[in-house]
């Protein structure tokens, strides 16, 4: 792991190489302040690839966290602090919840983001689009500069992209 991070989504690239000057906070400290969402780098480029891929239909993904803590790895925010981790697959669970409206591809308590692309754009959120507490938008030419956080009012959220593995999970 590497101690770079990229804040993303101010319509360029922020680089802060020192853990000690970068804002860790999820909900802002003093009014002004934008929540700042973390996401793993490689989670960003699965995304970014899924997105591409799918073009020129929509992609629309529940995402979820692994919190700062339980990275095997020390990667200098706070413990509790949410990292955006995990995608799960739309398709998960589609015959039960078109019969009985019951999300079963979600594990409860889980997915609290979603990760949308406009193909066609605008980058920004529309009435359209399914709606979570964070939203990951992305438009051509799916890369990082054309990917952004917004909460579900539609306002612009920091985005910071985390060089750092998830721990690794097993199926009991």
Same mark, same amino acid.
């Given at each position: ?24 906070? #999820?909900?802002?400290?003093? @009014? ?19 997105? $591409? ?29 949410? !990292?955006?981790?995990? =995608? ?7 015959? #039960?919840?078109?019969? =009985?409206? !019951?999300? &079963?591809?979600?594990?409860?308590? +889980? ?13 920004? &959120?529309?009435? +359209? ?5 964070? #939203?990951?938008?992305? #438009?051509?030419?799916?890369?990082? $500069?054309?990917?952004?956080?917004? *909460? ?5 959220? *920091? ?7 998830? @721990?690794? $999970?097993? &199926?009991?």
């Amino acid at each position: 792991m590497t101690d770079e991070r990229r804040v993303v989504g101010d319509g360029g690239h922020a680089t802060d190489e020192d853990d000690s000057g970068h804002s860790t906070a #999820v909900e802002p400290d003093a @009014p002004g302040e934008r929540r700042c969402i973390h996401v793993t780098r490689g989670l960003v480029d699965v995304l970014l690839d899924m997105a $591409e891929d799918a073009e020129p239909q929509e992609t629309n993904l529940v995402l979820a966290p692994t919190p700062a803590g339980d990275f095997d790895d020390d990667i200098g925010i706070d413990p509790e602090t949410p !990292v955006l981790t995990h =995608f799960y697959m739309a398709e998960a669970g589609g015959s #039960v919840s078109a019969i =009985f409206g !019951v999300d &079963l591809g979600t594990p409860a308590g +889980r997915g609290r983001a979603r990760f949308i692309t406009h193909p066609q754009g605008p980058f920004e &959120l529309t009435e +359209r689009d399914d709606l979570a507490a964070v #939203v990951l938008l992305a #438009v051509p030419p799916w890369e990082e $500069e054309t990917l952004a956080a917004f *909460d579900r009012a539609g306002r612009k959220l *920091d985005l910071v992209v985390v060089d750092a593995e998830p @721990p690794e $999970e097993e &199926l009991a």
